[in-house]
């Protein structure tokens, strides 16, 4: 299967898009590995995440790529800066529509973040992930990241491991 990937810093989003990656984000199949999740109303949440496309280019914190086959957003991973002593660390969040799991996405996603992190000069990449996700720890794996810790979480009233996974670019 072809598919492209594309920087939302460089190439602005269609509406269309970004509607594609809030049904991305709610797919009961996605949600069940999300962490933080605000159950709001679709709507109100396709007008957030607008503004947040809209607001990109001025957001030095976070970058996006977007995976799309046959001009659609099939999945998507955000790079986001964070807090670490040296201020060169990010946190890996992915997402992938169900209908393309088990077809590489994941994989060049993380693949293309990367070259992005290491292109705006940052030297440690993180997967935090459920450790019953046996797919993206697959993927973290198989790259190259390194399973540094687990920790307890809090999802949906439940207690659940969350392994962290480093790559040191």
Known sequence: ??????????TPLRDEDVKSIVEIERHPMVK?????????????????YKKFFTDLQNNNLADV????HEGRAIGFLALWRIN???????????????DYWRKGIATSLVKESI???????????IIETLEENSAMKH??????????????????????????????L
């Open 139 to 168: 993927v973290a794996e198989k790259i190259g990241f390194k399973l540094e810790g687990v920790r307890r979480i809090l999802k949906d009233g439940t207690y659940h491991n969350e392994d962290v996974y480093v790559l040191n």
């Open 84 to 98: 670490e002593e040296s201020g060169k660390a990010a946190s890996i969040g992915i997402s992938v529509h169900p």
């Open 115 to 125: 070259r992005l992190a290491k292109g705006r000069g940052i030297g440690k990449l």
């Open 65 to 68: 790529l977007i995976a799309k």
């Open 1 to 10: 299967m072809r598919f492209e990937i594309v920087n939302a810093k460089q």
């Open 32 to 48: 069940k590995w999300l962490i933080d999740y605000a159950d709001e109303d679709f709507e109100k949440e396709l007008e957030e």
